[in-house]
């Protein structure tokens, strides 16, 4: 009995072994999809397969709400965390789109005018030279191709000036939204959710969600992701297929444009391991003529070099971090938007 008590103990290990270094791997070096702590009820699927599901209309999140994410969220009529505006621009004014995914939507941020798009309409407006408006159309989740094909669906119907597409380092894996795209088709279309166990297993482990959402959950769906990458991104990262959909977009309507890019706040910036994203993003915005590009990462790091300063979980930003973002885009913009 002892002998196969030992032999039993030797397989247990055999096998938690393993799983504590991959649970550990994912971890620390962040590997997507990641987890988005967030009611499914905002969402809804959406009729554009390329862009997949979206906010709900009108959808209000009570502050009592389960998830913290999303606390305060009030959804305006046209899909987005904002207050109502006009689709015909008034006269007089320079109306800005920003375009972005959980970070500019605000996840954790309770209150609409602490996140950098009202933030920056504040401080454009206290110029008092013209009226601007700055349009939140940030959902939690998207990819740079999702984002675009929202404003080109939807957010050039406001006319904007300029345009702010701000790039999050994940935007270059097509699975980044945490699973909320597979939630709603399971809850919309009758597929098979996660027994319970499992799904308390989804919630608490990160080797097991991006086992689950990257490679078996996708079984049932690889025609569509095959679909997307061979009719949408064509070969190209969806950070490369939105760049070159945006610029022929900015040829068309004749909008400016300024790119944004968000760094990660889950160490201290001397340690920052991320580098070679910011550089490969840099390389495809120089490719398109025109773009001007703003690296929030030297700002930040320029302002202490702390990265949980700016951050409550290492990857969105708190209120502070979201009045940085606001000032640096004010000094940027502000030269060129009263022209």
């Not at 009226?131 to 669906?153: D, P």
């Not at 709603?184 to 989804?202: I, T």
Request: aromatic share 12%; glycine share 8%; with cysteine.
């Amino acid at each position: 009995m002892k002998e196969i008590s030992v032999r039993i103990l030797l397989v247990i290990l055999g096998i938690m072994i393993p799983l504590a270094v991959g649970e550990v791997i994912v971890r620390i070096f962040d590997i997507p999809p990641r987890p988005m702590a967030s009611s499914i009820n905002i969402y809804q699927l959406s009729d554009d397969p390329i862009i997949g599901y979206g906010y709900r209309p009108g959808y209000k999140v009570s502050y009592t709400a389960q998830s913290s994410a999303n606390k305060g969220f009030e959804i305006n009529r046209d899909g987005f965390r904002d207050i109502e505006y006009p689709v015909k621009k008034p006269g007089n004014t320079y109306r800005i789109v920003i375009l972005g995914d959980s970070t500019t939507a605000g996840n954790g941020i309770p209150l609409l005018s602490d996140i950098y798009a009202k933030q920056l309409e504040i401080m454009l407006n206290q110029q008092k030279d013209r009226h601007y408006e700055v349009l939140n159309m940030g959902v939690g989740g998207y990819q740079t191709v999702q984002e675009v094909e929202l404003l080109e669906n939807r957010g050039l119907n406001y006319d904007p000036d300029l345009v702010v597409l701000t790039v999050c380092l994940n935007d270059f894996d097509l699975h980044s939204d945490g699973g909320v795209y597979e939630e709603l088709l399971n809850e919309n279309k009758g597929y098979q959710l996660p027994p319970k166990a499992f799904r308390f297993v989804l919630n608490h482990s990160r080797l097991a969600f991006m086992i689950y959402y990257r490679i078996l959950s996708g079984f049932s769906r690889i025609p569509y992701w095959q679909w997307y990458e061979r009719s949408v991104l064509r070969g190209r990262d969806p950070v490369q297929a939105g760049l070159s959909t945006l610029a022929a977009l900015q040829q068309k309507r004749r909008f400016s444009v300024v790119v944004v890019v968000l760094p990660y706040f889950d160490a201290h910036f001397s340690q920052y391991s991320h580098l070679p994203l910011h550089a490969k993003i840099h390389d495809l915005v120089r490719s398109v003529a025109g773009f001007k590009y703003i690296d929030m990462l030297d700002i930040f790091s320029s302002v202490d070099n702390d990265a949980a300063t700016f951050s409550f979980d290492g990857c969105h930003m708190n209120s502070y971090g979201h009045r940085i973002v606001a000032q640096s885009l004010f000094s940027n913009i502000s030269s060129f938007v009263r022209h």
